[in-house]
């Protein structure tokens, strides 16, 4: 008698192959995180013509970042403070809501807003982690929960607002606490029980590989928080995560590399154990984590073949790494980049000029929150393009006294976000960049910031939504704009999904801004344009 009909289990094969399924089973929707859909029911000839389906207000303020995720006619979505809605996918039937009890957590280690960015699926569970530090399996037709295990106690430095991915039964997990001194790990659970199977800390003690990077005790208070959904490699059978910024930001308090802190990582699913790795920014003084998703794509560059990664990182840098072995294939400036200043051998150089200490303050780019921050980006097979939502900004920074306290920010600096001077008129862009050369293809400018994720279908089209509340449809090769969204009811930060029930495609995307941006921008949060955004969540669904 559920209108959605009865539910399809999610196996480890049906995951192998969501780059075909007509849902969007998991958060980058395939295990390489391309955010490509194979759907062309909507397309570049057809696009003018979409028009809302459904909506459905959240009642919540809080930034809205969880993309749908659909199998058949169920969706699941969460919302910011760790809740939990279920819809019937193709008429927006609310079928059940879950709600976390956080009123006994002080949310005090959570950098920059409530937010979650959505669920797995696997078997007939929903996997959700929270902002206290548990990951939950609820059934995925009642929202009854079937376990909750504890990873960590909440405020003393770990949060969790990440979508869990599921890797051959079990449940993988990171955390966020990059800002408060902890040190970043990944987790694997059961996905039947919840038992954990294994942790892998991404700050190696000293004795273990990487460990000598580290000053002395420095490792305990090292951050390397891992707050963002990975990939996996069935050909090399390889966990690909990335790993955020070392703790206190004030690097010349922890002299050395500080492995594995912005970097990519590759793991065994079946140990955590760590094969390889690439640095992105060798002791990061600002903030530039590595979290943001690789995306494995196959690239050839300058006539040779690569099983490639490639990541558009918080530094300004779009990199191609080898995701056999670690190694980097090519970088190139996305952004305007002048903390990471080039390469040598393979590996990033830092501007001095550009390193903030305590009687020291620079002004250099990106700034903290990135060329892009975790807004993910889509990579294209067609067009062979990766769609990166871009943010044009640099800042001031300098140093400052800090000494670790648990569940306290542990940062020694201080800092404003400011405008890019190579980018006057703009805070954000949307820029097509060819995977073959790591150059750009198209870009469309936009004087606010632009914090939406991006999708990309077999219909030649791009969706991503804008802070001024439409959700936009570019074409894939030339980036012309072949559709916008009537106007939504809050600026968009959100992912979109697409999926199919039946014949009919559709296209969905949270409106509710929030997030780092508005917390933490500065001089472009200040922007009156910025500011005078709307609040307030509210899902929107599409179709023609
Ligand atoms: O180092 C961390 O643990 C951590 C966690 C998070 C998070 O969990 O949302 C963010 C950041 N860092 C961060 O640096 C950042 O700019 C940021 C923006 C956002 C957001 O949701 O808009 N989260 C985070």
């Not at 809080?62 to 403070?81: C, L, Q, R």
């Not at 199977?197 to 420095?218: C, F, L, N, V, Y």
């Not at 600002?286 to 490639?308: F, H, I, R, S």
């Not at 150089?349 to 903030?356: G, H, I, N």
Request: charged share 15%.
């Amino acid at each position: 008698e559920d209108p959605a009909g009865p539910y399809q289990p999610v196996t480890s094969e049906r995951l192998g192959h969501a780059a075909q399924d007509n849902g969007w089973l998991m958060y980058r929707h395939d295990y390489s995180s391309t955010g490509y859909s194979v759907l062309d029911g909507v397309n570049a000839g057809n696009v003018a013509q979409l028009k809302p389906v459904w909506d459905y207000e959240t009642g919540s303020k809080s930034g809205h970042e969880a993309p749908p995720i659909v199998n058949g006619d169920y969706m699941f979505i969460t919302t910011p403070k760790n809740g939990l809605l279920a819809f019937q996918a193709s008429t927006g039937k609310l079928l059940w809501k879950y709600q976390r009890d956080l009123s006994d957590v002080g949310l005090k280690t959570i950098c920059c807003d409530v937010v979650n960015r959505g669920v797995a699926l696997y078997g007939s569970n929903v996997y959700m982690a929270t902002l206290d530090n548990h990951v939950l399996a609820l059934d995925a037709t009642t929202g009854k929960v079937v376990w909750d295990q504890a990873l960590e106690a909440p405020d003393l430095g770990y949060a969790m607002t990440l979508a869990p991915l599921v890797v051959k039964g079990h449940v993988i997990v990171g955390v966020s606490g990059g800002e408060y001194g902890g040190r970043g790990f990944i987790a694997s659970l059961d996905a039947r029980t919840g038992k954990q199977i294994w942790r892998q800390s991404t700050i190696p003690a000293p004795g273990e590989p990487g460990g000598d990077t580290w000053p002395k005790g420095a490792y305990k208070t090292g951050g390397g928080a891992t707050w963002l959904t990975g990939s996996y490699d069935p050909q090399t059978d390889s966990l690909i995560w990335g790993v955020g910024n070392p703790g206190p930001w004030l690097a010349v308090l922890r002299p050395g590399d500080n492995l594995y802190t912005d970097s990519v990582i590759a793991l065994n699913p079946a140990t955590g154990k760590i094969k390889w790795h690439y640095q992105y920014t060798p002791n990061d003084t600002w903030d530039y984590d590595g979290t943001n998703e690789p995306v494995l794509t196959d690239l050839t560059y300058q006539g040779k073949a690569y099983k490639a990664l490639v990541s558009a990182s918080r530094n300004g840098w779009f990199y191609a790494v080898d995701r056999t072995n670690g190694q980097l294939i090519y970088a190139e400036k996305f952004a305007h980049a002048t903390s990471v200043s080039g390469f040598k051998d393979g590996r990033p150089v830092t501007d001095p000029a550009m390193r903030p200490d305590v009687d020291k303050e620079i002004f250099t780019c990106p700034s903290f929150l990135g060329g892009k921050n975790w807004w993910p980006i889509a990579v294209d097979p067609q067009t062979h393009f990766a769609y990166v939502p871009t943010l044009h900004t640099c800042m001031k920074m300098k140093g400052a006294s800090v000494s670790y306290k648990a569940g306290l920010p542990f940062l020694g600096e201080t800092f404003t976000v400011m405008r890019d001077p190579e980018h006057p008129d703009e805070w954000g862009s949307v820029q097509a960049i060819d995977l073959n050369s790591g150059k750009q293809a198209w870009s469309f400018k936009s004087a606010l910031p632009w914090n939406g994720g991006m999708l990309a279908t077999a219909g030649g089209l791009v969706f991503s939504g804008s802070a001024d509340g439409y959700l936009y449809a570019f074409d894939a090769k030339t980036g012309s704009v072949l559709w916008k969204s009537p106007k939504m009811s809050s600026g968009v930060l959100g992912v979109p999904s697409t999926w199919k029930v039946g014949d009919r495609q559709y296209v969905g995307v949270y409106a509710g801004w929030g997030g780092g941006v508005p917390i933490w921008g500065g001089d472009m949060a200040k922007d009156p344009r910025v500011r005078s955004i709307p609040l307030g969540g509210h899902l929107y669904v599409f179709a023609l």
